[in-house]
Nanobody
Framework: QVHLVESGGGLVQAGGSLRLHCAAS????????MGWFRQALGKERDFVAA????????FYADSVKGRFTISRDNAKNTVDLQMNSLKPEDTAVYYC????????????????????WGQGTQVTVSS
């Protein structure tokens, strides 16, 4: 079992920055692929960014490429999402996600690939 807790959300003006933080506890964090997903009001939960177990590979949705950066620190059991040049359309609840069995991992880029979810943190970008 992996427990994920997000923090860092809030209200920011368009063009501003936020850094989301996800702290993990439970099974070996370094054995899981990690990701961030978001869900805007009335819409489905969508992929934002993902990082493999050792941080060597990262993936981004086209809508955030060049603006968002995902990173992880396996020594601290954390994964962050640095969000720059924020737009009103980035407004959503952002969820931290973990993928794997604790022995095998994969990099989550769809909802069905996620094994554990955090509770979410609200990001609101005003125009």
């Amino acid at each position: 079992q992996v427990h994920l807790v997000e923090s860092g959300g809030g209200l920011v003006q368009a063009g501003g920055s936020l850094r989301l933080h996800c702290a993990a506890s439970g099974r070996s964090f370094g054995n899981f692929g990690m990701g961030w997903f978001r869900q805007a009001l009335g819409k489905e939960r969508d992929f934002v960014a993902a990082i493999n177990w050792n941080g060597g590979n990262t993936f981004y949705a086209d809508s955030v490429k060049g603006r968002f950066t995902i990173s992880r620190d396996n020594a601290k059991n954390t994964v962050d999402l640095q969000m720059n040049s924020l737009k009103p359309e980035d407004t959503a609840v952002y969820y931290c996600a973990a993928a794997g069995t604790g022995r095998y991992s994969w990099t989550p880029r769809t909802n069905s690939q996620v094994d554990y979810w955090g509770q979410g943190t609200q990001v609101t970008v005003s125009s």
